[in-house]
């Protein structure tokens, strides 16, 4: 199961860091990725950080703008988002990915949270 | 970016009649490793993507065998055998072969 927390509305500039709490699988041993989803761009990736924490990417519309973490200790993923723009205004999930080990893309998208709400006004 | 493009957009079916929803790709998908990271995901109003396929054309457990993946390299379908009330709602391919990953834009299936 994923949890996510820390949505809200802020206003563009600011930031805003959203959590993902695990449980009933090994978080340690897989990647994770957050998705985020509007009505006009649908489903979009935002970013991925390898098990071991060692490997991020980032979509290019929030690179240098998002950093995303985990603490395996907590069983937690976060999502640091800066500088916001009223185009980062979305439902934010994450999204359990593939074992270490494995190539990437192999068994991504198992389990989902039910997301957080992040709108960026004006 | 690979580009994913679903159709039709929407999609209305009679109760027991067969639907079927295309993936087109832009660039094959087939990943060094040989495998083809394609997936297919529901979703309800209001919830989060249900996984339902990957790699083309393995169900994921719990998924009814009415809901069939094929394809290959650029082309891809899901299959429903016979439309059941509780499968309204969007459906979206996935490719997860070339970063960054992306979507189709979905289709809506409905009960006519």
């Known amino acids: 199961q994923l949890v996510e927390s820390g949505g809200g509305v802020v206003r563009t500039g600011d930031s805003l860091r959203l959590s993902c709490a695990a449980s009933?699988?090994?978080?340690?041993?897989?990647?994770i990725h957050w998705v985020r989803q509007t009505p006009d761009r649908g489903l979009e990736w935002v970013a991925f950080i390898r098990s071991d924490g060692d490997w991020e990417k980032y979509a290019d519309s929030v690179k240098g703008r998002f950093t995303i973490s985990r603490d395996n200790s907590k069983n937690s993923l976060y999502l640091l988002m800066n500088n916001l723009r009223t185009d980062d205004t979305a439902m934010y999930f994450c999204a359990k990915g593939s074992p270490f080990g494995t190539p990437v893309g192999s068994d991504a998208y198992d389990v989902w949270g039910q997301g957080t709400r992040v709108i960026v006004s004006s | 970016d690979v580009v994913l493009t679903q159709s039709p957009l929407s999609l209305p079916v009679p109760l027991g009649q067969p639907a079927s929803i295309s993936c087109r790709s832009t660039?094959?998908?087939?990943?060094?490793?040989?495998?083809?990271?394609l997936n297919w995901f529901h979703q309800r109003p209001g919830q989060s993507p249900r996984r339902l396929i990957y790699?083309?054309?393995i169900r994921d457990s719990g998924v009814p065998d009415r809901f069939s993946g094929t394809g290959s390299g650029t082309d891809f379908t899901l299959k429903i055998s016979r439309v059941e009330a509780e499968d309204v709602g969007v459906y979206y391919c996935?490719?997860?072969?070339?970063?960054?990953?992306?979507f189709g834009q979905g289709t809506s299936v409905e009960i006519k």
């Open positions: 660039q094959s998908l087939v990943y060094s490793d040989g495998n083809t990271y």
């Open positions: 009933g699988f090994a978080f340690q041993k897989f990647g």
């Open positions: 790699k083309i054309s």
């Open positions: 996935m490719q997860a072969t070339h970063w960054p990953w992306t």
